[in-house]
């Protein structure tokens, strides 16, 4: 039997070990859950530099006792110089995925953390941002192993990114690198220490953010020191949907987190809950949930300055009836509608004080676009290859936020327990979420149990062409051959893969105990004090 880790100081769960260990350490030397989560923001911006960095953007949902969740939505928006002429004139059919030219929104992940720090003031005694800083600087100049993940992709990708601006220089000094390999990061090191001296604002505004944007413009992204300095993260009101166990939060458009709330809000109607956990009625009920919160997404979920609908509304009773309706829970509906792909870390945090962080960071794709501008040792994202240069919803325009696969949830439950989780995996995310939930909270599943079980995803995500409905091998056969009777175009894949995403979960409980899991599919651990 799996069970979850367990204590009483605070806890940080994060996919790799470093990162949760970072944030720990500054829980006990009396920071606060946002503080904990920034050192391990940092500190996984380091470590596992193939899913997450400083050159990504961030969201948070932050919970803190007596007072209503708060988001911080921490996206950058797209360079004044990016239009579709100027794709026109450098030849481009559609946006690079790889490259300059993929590097076309600014990094927000930086000042997400400096408004999540913000929102903590009034916590109690704050902690400096050099210290919050510390670890990540260390691993970055003393230099930290090679996960598996990091090495894989590295080799699997290398075509791509091999001959983009900075890239070898940083990863691959030698050659595509091999787990265990040491991998440091002197320029990073440099620039996050800038960052701990002049402040984070200096990302954006100082002089961090000229060699930042010179760097661009030399490799040939149209991202330029304006559009760095007119960046600003904001802190939003967070979306929620009410279900029968309690209040399930997450980030507005230009997320999919209307998509996670959805999911869980149709499948509350189906009045399967009393289903064996992992069986064709909880994995079919949740797959269908899937398609009908993804059309909606599909077709208009963007930049909410730019959106015809409200996403809120998909999530009123009324709405979720109507759609709950639309599900057989006998055969499946058809498939497939267009996929979003996307490489990310989440973490959670909870403190003492029963303040509880979701987080998730990221890049887009491994490594983003491949471009690390030049001194700087920050790879930068390739999160704007989401816009399109056709005609809809994430169609290009100056200064518009593109859409994100990103979304952490947080629940408030009704039994008092605050719950944060999440993963990483694009389109699999809110799948991935809404299994790990309804096997906790709905089924009763001990948590590492829920994050541990066998995974599946609806689509297309890691490169792969299909998009049927993968599920992991240790899914019953007789599970299988129920979702393949009932229409689904099922493919097994192996156990334990990357492909389903590195969740995670803590916990808040009425009494003070916090509970947390992490994934075994990544390299993380749950660190607590």
């Known amino acids: 039997m799996l069970y979850s880790k367990t204590c009483i100081g605070g806890m940080v769960t994060a996919p790799h070990h470093l990162a949760a260990q970072a944030g720990a350490a500054v829980l006990r030397e009396g920071g606060n859950a946002v503080e904990a989560m920034v050192a391990a923001a940092a500190a996984i911006a380091v470590v596992y530099p193939h899913m997450n960095g400083i050159g990504g953007d961030g969201f948070w949902v932050i919970s803190e006792p007596g007072r209503d969740p708060v988001a911080v939505q921490a996206c950058g928006q797209s360079a004044a110089l990016a239009t579709k002429d100027f794709y026109a004139q450098h030849g481009d059919a559609a946006i690079p995925t790889r490259g300059p030219r993929a590097a076309l929104t600014v990094a927000g992940a930086v000042g997400g953390w400096a408004a999540a720090l913000d929102v903590a003031k009034g916590w ?92 661009l413009e030399q490799a040939g992204s149209p991202l330029r020191a304006a559009d760095l300095a007119a960046y600003r993260a904001q802190v939003v009101k967070p979306l929620m949907v009410q279900m029968k166990s309690g209040s399930i939060y997450n980030l507005p458009p230009p997320t999919q987190g209307v998509s996670a709330l959805m999911i869980l809000g149709l499948f509350d109607r189906l009045g399967i809950t009393q289903a064996q956990a992992d069986g064709f009625e909880h994995i079919h009920g949740l797959v ?77 794709w491994e490594f983003g676009s491949g471009v690390v501008p030049s001194g700087t040792g920050v790879v930068w994202q390739n999160r704007g290859a989401s816009f399109t240069l056709d005609d809809g ?87 299988v051959d129920a979702l393949k009777r009932a229409g689904h175009d099922v493919e097994i894949v192996a156990d334990y893969t990357d492909m389903m995403g590195h969740a995670g979960a803590v916990c808040f409980h009425p009494g003070g105990l916090i509970e947390g899991a992490t994934d075994p599919r990544a390299d993380g651990i749950c660190a607590s004090v």
Do not use: C
Request: glycine letters at 8%; zero cysteines.
């Open 393 to 479: 919803a994430n169609q290009l325009q100056p200064g518009k936020l593109p859409f994100h696969t990103l979304n952490p949830s947080l629940a408030r439950l009704k039994d008092g327990r605050t719950l944060a989780y999440g993963t990483m995996g694009g389109e699999g995310q809110p799948q991935t979420q809404a299994a790990v939930y309804s096997r906790h909270i709905l089924f009763g599943q001990n948590m590492q149990a829920a994050v541990s079980a066998p995974r599946w995803l609806l689509g297309r995500t890691w490169g792969a062409a299909s998009t049927n409905l993968k599920l992991e091998g240790r899914v019953p056969d007789h599970v």
């Open 124 to 215: 109690g005694k704050s902690l400096p941002v050099s210290r919050l800083l510390a670890d990540a600087i260390h691993h970055a100049t003393a230099g930290v192993p090679v996960t598996r993940s990091q090495a894989e992709l590295t080799h699997d990708k290398w075509d791509e990114l091999k001959d983009q601006p900075g890239f070898a220089e940083t990863y691959a000094a030698q050659g595509a690198p091999k787990l265990g390999d040491i991998l440091k990061q002197p320029a990073l090191a440099a620039t996050l220490t800038r960052l701990a001296e002049a402040g984070l604002d200096d990302y954006y505004r100082g002089d961090l953010a000229q060699k930042l944007a010179a760097g």
């Open 288 to 364: 269908e949930a899937t398609k009908r919160a993804f059309i909606l997404r599909n077709k208009y979920v963007t930049d909410t300055a730019h959106m015809s609908v409200n996403a809120a509304d998909w999530l009123l009773p009324d709405a979720l009836d109507r759609e709950a309706a639309q599900i057989d829970m006998q055969r499946a509906a058809p498939w497939p509608h267009v996929p979003k792909p996307g490489d990310t870390i989440w973490m959670g945090a909870a403190d003492a004080q029963g303040r509880v962080v979701s987080y998730i960071q990221s890049i887009f």
